[in-house]
């Protein structure tokens, strides 16, 4: 167990809708990371988050948006959902930047 | 050209084999090197880091950089079955606070009894 908690495990929606994926570090890790898997991208660099303030954007989407919350939990949300925004998304926490610990996920399908 | 080039496999070797898994990498402005394994549903988790060239070894384990030719390998002696996964090699790049990690796209692993 990474100490990461992610919620829901799993989710399925429909075209259009909006979702919002929960994430929970490790105590006393600051940054939190977002990242997409898919079978043909792999795993993607979405966005970083550290104490509460954006610090690194990646492959992230104008229809996704994150943030951070002062008791360091995160939020991903993905809205005017596609098809093709059906993947694995996890969040990862660290305290020092240079390790990262990965939750176990949720898988997003979109039908 | 992706940053971080690895074959996917899959690759398939008999319990006691000694594995190779390979990585290229085509950005030379980094300095940390990684190998996440990835069991099926699961997150990643890390398994070697490195920032230097030449070998790091931990247990069975043993990680391999070499910044020359921009190559990283991770070596797997006696492989048992539970090291069937799939592994990830990672660069890490870092600056002005921030750290992004790039990942190559794995490469599955079975270990046969």
């Known amino acids: 167990d990474s100490g990461v908690t992610q919620t829901p495990k799993h989710l399925i929606t429909a075209t259009g809708q909006r979702v919002t994926l929960r994430c929970s570090p490790r105590s006393g890790d600051l940054s939190v990371y977002w990242y997409q898997q898919s079978l043909d991208q792999g795993l993607q660099f979405l966005i970083q988050?550290?104490?509460?303030?954006?610090?690194a954007k990646g492959n992230i989407l104008e229809r996704f948006s994150a943030q951070q919350f002062p008791d360091l939990h995160s939020e991903l949300n993905l809205s005017s959902l596609e098809l093709g925004d059906s993947a694995l998304y996890f969040c990862?926490?660290?305290?020092?930047?240079?390790?990262?610990?990965f939750g176990s996920g949720t898988q997003l399908s979109v039908l | 050209q992706k940053e971080v080039e690895q074959d996917p496999g899959p690759l398939s070797v008999p319990e006691g084999a000694i594995v190779s898994l390979n990585c290229t990498y085509s950005?030379?402005?980094?300095?940390?090197f990684m190998w996440y394994r990835q069991y099926s549903r699961k997150g990643p988790e890390l398994l070697m880091y490195?920032?230097?060239?030449g070998n790091k070894e931990d247990g069975r384990f043993t990680a391999q950089v070499d910044k020359s030719s921009k190559y990283i390998s991770l070596f797997i002696r006696d492989s048992q079955p539970s090291d069937s996964a799939t592994y990830l090699c990672?660069?890490?790049?870092?600056?002005?606070?921030?750290?992004?990690?790039?990942f190559g796209k794995g490469t599955k692993l079975s270990v046969i009894p």
């Open positions: 988050y550290y104490n509460g303030e954006e610090r």
């Open positions: 990672a660069k890490e790049y870092s600056g002005a606070g921030s750290y992004q990690l790039t």
């Open positions: 990862a926490s660290s305290v020092d930047g240079e390790k990262l610990f």
């Open positions: 950005n030379s402005a980094f300095q940390y």
């Open positions: 490195t920032y230097s060239s």
